[in-house]
């Protein structure tokens, strides 16, 4: 099982970002995507996930509205989109997921906001 993630972004305040997530090695539309977060000196932060077989979501409270989970079963990527991106929005991004028993992460994207 593999998680490759797409390189490091910087974006000015007020600006989106996409964060690209591509699976290998297991069956991408039978288990949850989850996103996590960690910003500097601070401990993980849970997003939400996405279920690749129908597209379900949950998102965390704090992120409602300005986060959007997909997927592309085509190319099984799974993506976040962060819009009104803040310099707090800075921080390392993974994609995670829980495949028989195990836990895989990607190597993270580092996201960087600031003017």
């Known amino acids: 099982v593999q998680l490759v993630q797409s390189g490091a972004e910087l974006r000015n305040p007020g600006a989106s970002v996409k964060v690209s997530c591509k699976a290998s090695g297991y069956t991408f539309t039978s288990y949850w995507i989850d996103w996590v977060r960690q910003a500097p000196g601070q401990g993980l932060e849970w997003m939400g996930r996405i279920r690749p077989e129908d597209g379900d979501t949950k998102y965390a409270q704090k992120f409602q509205g300005r986060v959007t989970f997909t997927v592309d079963t085509s190319t099984v990527t799974a993506y976040v989109e962060m819009s009104s991106l803040r310099s707090e929005d800075t921080a390392v991004y993974y994609c995670?997921?829980?495949?028989?028993?195990?836990?895989?992460w990607g190597q993270g994207t580092q996201v960087t906001v600031s003017s």
């Open positions: 995670n997921a829980w495949v028989v028993g195990r836990d895989y």
